[in-house]
């Protein structure tokens, strides 16, 4: 029997609202105590690892990540997608289906869950897609999906645009008890543009991606949750007006909820046009706290690190992003990690794909605009990693009950670093945050009871 005592940390679990110094015993793979007595009821040879001044927490959920595995594995496999998991501080993350081919099957499923088993460092759980191929033409076997194993079903990357479908796979999806998770985006609003339709598409003279394309199926997935009574979960919202839609409608009652990623809560459209401009949209400082020139690396106009779907918005989406994180109209937080080869993304800004990386600077960057940034207390910001996510996708984790799964997140709320290229553990380098500045790092990622992640002086070990 292993055992692990975590000591003196700031012990913050918001499912059982417990928010104070105490010690955590982890016993074969377990919660075994949690609180002043951990110590006494400790084994003969427990692992004693020094909390003191650091935030104890139950292990953080990605509930949105491209981990590229079947069919793309120069971008990411499952076990770098999970390394740099374990290395952000996540313990589970939930795969999304837009892969090749598609998770669309029973055997897919299986595929994924057996390589995750044996090269895995954190928990992947598995979501399903809606319709065959992603096509969004016809409905996927939801059925059988649900008894392989998926914890939802989404199109994620694609939209479903026959609002009749959409009407089918809600039935579904509550006959099946499983979250239905929609990627919202209305392809004859949006058609082909690349970034934000406003005054920077205009002045860079790129093709522009309204905000309405979004509200439009934020709209359509309240109405259709209102029908036909199934939870409803909007992914990656970007747009002021989707999130006052959100709004309206929770305050009505409806089964509809939303998510946020960190770079559309930190960055806006004119990153787009080069550095120097971004700062001269942003005076109050784009990263938690008052910041000035020369303290970010210089990036050029039209860097394709900065392209994604949905688009960078406006200074004021992005405020309405913050203030709906604050009021808990958006419960969750996911990084919509999305890797791709150097290759892809080393060409005109029409021609790369959209996506970056994010599982490594998750937690940094949503420390930094919302517990340093003074917007949301620690606990509430750890909820949107935790109990949020696995209320939604009906997950057994996110506590530190006692008998729980000993999957533990520790992290430094106040460590400055940089993100630095060299140091990543996933296969891909689009990241838009590289030299950046941080401010909180994970110090110890726990799965099971098995130290995955641990920080060490100079470097870090899995």
């Given at each position: 029997m292993s055992s692990t005592l975590l000591s003196g940390g700031r012990v913050v679990d918001p499912a059982n609202r417990l928010d104070q110094i105490a010690d955590v015993l982890i016993t074969d793979g377990r919660i075994a105590a949690v609180g002043r007595n951990a110590v006494a009821t400790s084994p003969a040879g427990v692992e004693r690892v020094d909390a003191r001044g650091l935030v104890v927490c139950p292990g953080l959920i990605d509930s949105h990540v491209h981990l590229r595995e079947p069919g793309q594995t120069a971008k990411e496999t499952i076990a770098t997608g999970t390394a740099a998991a374990a290395r952000g501080g996540f313990t589970s993350v939930v795969c999304m289906p837009n892969t090749s081919p598609a998770i669309d099957s029973a055997s897919t499923v299986a595929l994924i869950q057996q390589r995750a088993a044996a090269q895995g460092v954190v928990n992947v759980f598995v979501t399903g897609a809606i319709t065959r191929n992603i096509a969004g033409e016809e409905l996927a076997s939801i059925g059988?999906?649900?008894?392989?194993?998926?914890?939802?079903?989404?199109?994620?990357?694609?939209?479903?645009q026959n609002h009749d479908l959409m009407r089918r796979a809600m039935e579904y999806a509550r006959m099946f008890d499983l979250p239905l998770l929609d990627h919202c985006q209305d392809y004859s609003m949006v058609t082909d543009g690349v970034m934000h339709?406003?005054?920077?598409?205009?002045?860079?003279?790129?093709?522009?991606?309204?905000?309405?394309?979004?509200?439009?199926?934020?709209?359509?997935?309240?109405l259709l949750a209102e029908l036909t009574g199934t939870p409803v979960h909007c992914q990656h919202l970007s747009c002021a007006g989707s999130v006052q839609l959100l709004r309206e409608a929770k305050q009505r009652g409806l089964p509809i909820s939303g998510e946020a990623c960190p770079h559309h809560f930190t960055l806006t459209e004119a990153a787009v046009a080069g550095s120097e401009k971004f700062w001269a949209s942003?005076?109050?400082?784009?990263?938690?706290?008052?910041?000035?020139?020369?303290?970010?690396?210089?990036?050029?106009?039209?860097?394709?690190?900065f392209k994604m779907n949905p688009p960078l918005r406006s200074a004021r989406d992005r405020e309405a992003l913050l203030a709906g994180l604050a009021d808990g109209t958006l419960e969750i937080i996911g990084s919509d990690h999305a890797p791709h080869c150097d290759y892809e993304k080393e060409v005109e800004f029409d021609a790369a794909p959209f996506g970056i990386t994010g599982l490594e600077t998750e937690l940094a960057l949503s420390l930094m605009q919302l517990y340093h940034a003074r917007r949301l207390p620690l606990p509430d910001l750890i909820a949107k990693f935790t109990v949020a996510p696995a209320r939604l996708l009906h997950l057994a984790k996110g506590t530190l009950s006692v008998g729980a799964d000993a999957d533990v997140t520790v992290f430094d709320a106040d460590r400055e670093w940089r993100f630095e290229r060299p140091a990543t553990a996933?296969?891909?380098?689009?990241?838009?945050?590289?030299?950046?500045?941080?401010?909180?790092?994970?110090?110890?990622?726990?799965?099971?009871?098995?130290?995955?992640?641990?920080?060490?002086?100079?470097?870090?070990?899995?």
């Open positions: 059988s999906l649900k008894k392989a194993g998926v914890v939802a079903i989404t199109d994620d990357g694609h939209c479903v339709e406003g005054y920077w598409s205009a002045l860079l003279g790129l093709r522009g991606w309204p905000a309405a394309g979004e509200e439009l199926m934020v709209a359509r997935n309240i942003d005076g109050r400082g784009i990263i938690g706290f008052e910041a000035r020139p020369g303290e970010l690396p210089s990036w050029p106009a039209y860097d394709t690190h996933s296969k891909s380098f689009n990241s838009p945050f590289y030299g950046w500045p941080m401010k909180g790092r994970t110090v110890l990622t726990i799965v099971g009871g098995k130290i995955v992640w641990r920080e060490t002086a100079g470097s870090a070990t899995l």
